[in-house]
């Protein structure tokens, strides 16, 4: 009976000792991929609103020197709206300074979705074309650019702020076209199919995502461009798309390149066009289906 119950200590001891390890074995890694994001909803409206502080403050570092010593009156916001607007330096300070604050927004985006360097930025928002086939983006590219040449056909857009950039210098252009493909692209995509719309799957499905990732990105040009629908609609038909390949790929890779691929073909054009005398270069106007995508390049 003794030796029994020895025979039954020397059994069960291992058992003993492999479940107590079993109990003690820390939980597996989080492993941070595009669809499962080391970021809340809250965080990510977070960059959402630093991105705007970005564009609102950086500009002013540019812009508040040269007013200064022009000797603009501040209390006349009349004459203030018209030298921001009117003055092709003024002009061109404000466009320059868009660059910085995507870089700034860049950077933001790093430190939350690496977690100060904890995770890697490429996997975490998705690196990778995602079944994305590299003939989908000239596809892609003539449906975009035949909807909104069929819509500037039929609704004309008015006046915008981008067309008066457009018009204030060819240095404006320059700069317009500069930031339009090698900062705007990945700045907007990194915040909004990248960092938002990550979390909102997350949290509310990918069809909600879907529609608050479109709404968000055309609700912030509605002020800017309320008399001109049309002008909104083709933001949200680009954002809806945008995001749409987001979805499909399941990497945020295709999405920067497919908006940088949009914006620098409008980027080439309009730079060519700056060089043509005036009398063949013909009006912005008459180039808004090309103009209206740009609208998407500033907050």
């Given at each position: ?22 109990s003690?074995t ?14 809340n ?21 540019f ?25 092709p ?6 466009v ?11 950077l ?27 003939w ?12 909104s040449a ?11 702020d ?50 608050f ?15 001109s ?5 083709l ?15 399941k ?21 060519v ?27």
């Amino acid at each position: 009976m003794q030796n029994e119950e020895i025979n039954n200590a020397d059994y069960s001891a291992p058992l003993i000792r492999e479940l107590n390890e079993l109990s003690e074995t820390p939980p597996a890694p989080i492993v941070p991929m595009p669809d499962n994001p080391p970021w809340n909803s809250g965080t990510a409206i977070g960059v959402w609103v630093a991105s705007f502080i970005f564009i609102a403050v950086v500009p002013l570092f540019f812009i508040l020197p040269y007013a200064v010593a022009n000797n603009v009156n501040f209390a006349d916001t009349q004459a203030l709206t018209k030298f921001l607007l009117d003055d092709p330096t003024a002009v061109l300070l404000q466009v320059l300074a868009t660059i910085p604050a995507h870089v700034f927004t860049v950077l933001l985006g790093w430190l939350v979705v690496t977690r100060f360097r904890k995770f890697s930025f490429r996997k975490t928002l998705g690196w990778e074309k995602g079944g994305f086939e590299w003939w989908y983006y000239p596809l892609i590219l003539f449906g975009i650019f035949g909807i909104s040449a069929l819509v500037s056909y039929f609704f004309p857009q008015q006046d915008n702020d981008m067309l008066r950039i457009l018009r204030s210098s060819q240095a404006a252009v320059f700069a317009v076209a500069f930031l339009a493909t090698f900062t705007a692209p990945l700045a907007e995509e990194v915040v909004y199919r990248g960092i938002l719309y990550s979390a909102f799957q997350r949290t509310f499905g990918v069809a909600p995502a879907v529609v608050f990732v479109t709404l968000i990105f055309a609700a912030v040009h509605f002020y800017q461009y309320w008399g001109s629908p049309s002008t909104i609609f083709l933001i949200c038909f680009l954002s809806l798309i945008l995001t749409l390949v987001r979805v499909f790929s399941k990497n945020l890779l295709p999405c920067i390149i497919l908006h940088t691929l949009i914006n620098g073909v409008q980027s080439v054009v309009l730079v060519v066009q700056s060089f043509a005398p005036p009398e063949e270069s013909g009006a912005p106007e008459q180039t808004a289906s090309i103009i209206r995508l740009f609208n998407s390049i500033f907050y």
